[in-house]
């Protein structure tokens, strides 16, 4: 099996090194805002804020597999996608992302959705 690793999401809004992040959680909703940016999932099944900041991001398990400061990221061969499919009827067409901002780090595996 491959090693989980990122992919910066270049067409996505990249996060600014000021401006700290909303995150707005609503049912199965999460809305993540960051930098005049709005990125929408409408369906969500695990999400974690919060450590690393940017200095500790080298603390992170995928530093050196593709993760880089201040930067959207999808993960490919995800764990966290592996672990929610092991949790529920199996496989949903389901996407990780991790979002790196100066302060925090946001990951999340949802289905559908994007920048608005």
């Known amino acids: 099996m491959d090693h989980e690793h990122a992919i910066v999401l270049a067409d996505w809004p990249q996060p600014d090194t000021v401006e700290k992040p909303q995150i707005r959680i609503d049912g199965d909703?999460?809305?993540?805002?960051?930098?005049?940016?709005?990125?929408?999932?409408?369906?969500?099944?695990?999400?974690t804020f919060g450590s690393p900041n940017d200095e500790a991001l080298s603390m992170h398990r995928l530093w050196g597999h593709?993760?880089?400061?201040?930067?959207v990221h999808r993960v490919e061969n995800s764990s966290l996608i592996r672990m929610v499919e092991q949790q529920t009827a199996g496989p949903l067409g389901l996407k990780h992302y991790?979002?790196?901002?100066k302060e925090s780090t946001l990951e999340c595996v949802v289905r559908g959705g994007g920048p608005e």
């Open 29 to 47: 909703e999460l809305v993540v805002r960051y930098s005049g940016a709005s990125v929408r999932f409408p369906v969500c099944y695990y999400m």
């Open 66 to 71: 593709g993760l880089c400061h201040y930067a």
């Open 98 to 101: 991790l979002f790196a901002f």
